[in-house]
């Protein structure tokens, strides 16, 4: 019913908590900051990882009529699409999480924020005793025995610097394409990566990741797994809305 987390804005660290309200269909946001500064830029981020601002009557009207799709619709609407807060944390859950499991993924982000050891004050909630580690602290940190195989750690750092160096922008104030070619110039960065970035780090609502093991179970009929080759020519009638098919998908799945 709730989620809450860390956060650095600028000079103003803190912490909020987002509440359910259900009976006022609302969510209620808690900033326990003395800086009034922050307190617009969390609401708009807040905003943005809840989903908020989206206009879904076209979204809905156009998932409702498809076979696949509407299978992962709850009461006719559409999953909301669920941004991440802070981008360059999403790129670095995911690039941990190739090829391995979601919880598995979430440990070895724990451990890498424990090792960074940025620590929240004492009056924070427990469970919210560490900030994470922006790209330069990353470069600067040991990420030997925690479990990370070398190649991803390479890969953590080869991003950093890109990021760093302005060759790979972290907004989604670019197009897809602009995206996809620099990222995917970094060693360690496949397609499916990039996509998942693209639609949950980034929030660009026409992402796909057509060779997600949830989409390809979502489309698999009688035992006949579709190429990935198949998924994306599927894929195309779900335009401009491809990140909101997948979130059908998968919830379809109860992946995701």
Not at 224 to 230: A, I, N
Request: contains cysteine.
């Amino acid at each position: 019913t709730g989620y809450s987390r860390t956060f650095r804005v600028e000079d103003t660290t803190g912490f909020f908590t987002v509440t359910d309200c259900p009976d006022q269909s609302v969510l209620e946001l808690r900033v326990p900051c003395d800086d009034i500064k922050c307190h617009m830029e969390i609401v708009n981020r807040v905003r943005k990882v809840f989903d908020l601002d989206t206009d879904f009557s076209l979204i809905n009207e156009k998932c409702a009529k498809d076979e696949f799709l509407s299978k992962g619709m709850v009461e006719g609407h559409v999953p909301r699409l669920p941004a991440a807060f802070d981008p360059f944390e999403f790129v670095v859950r995911a690039i941990l999480g190739q090829q391995i499991s979601v919880q598995a993924a979430k440990t070895l982000a724990s451990r890498v924020a424990a090792r960074a050891d940025l620590k929240s004050d004492g009056g924070y909630p427990s469970g919210l005793e560490y900030f994470f580690p922006n790209p330069t602290e990353l470069l600067h940190l040991d990420l030997e025995g925690l479990g990370i195989p070398r190649t991803k750690q390479t890969t953590l750092k080869t991003v950093a610097h890109a990021i760093l160096d302005q060759r790979v922008k972290l907004t989604s104030h670019q197009s897809f394409e602009t995206f996809r070619e620099n990222f995917l110039a970094l060693k360690g960065i496949g397609e499916w990566t990039v996509h998942y970035v693209a639609m949950r780090g980034l929030r660009m609502v026409d992402s796909f990741p057509a060779s997600d093991l949830g989409v390809i179970k979502a489309l698999t009929q009688d035992g006949r797994v579709p190429s990935k080759k198949k998924i994306t020519e599927m894929a195309e009638k779900w335009r401009p809305y491809r990140s909101y098919a997948a979130l059908c998908l998968w919830n379809n799945q109860g992946t995701g």
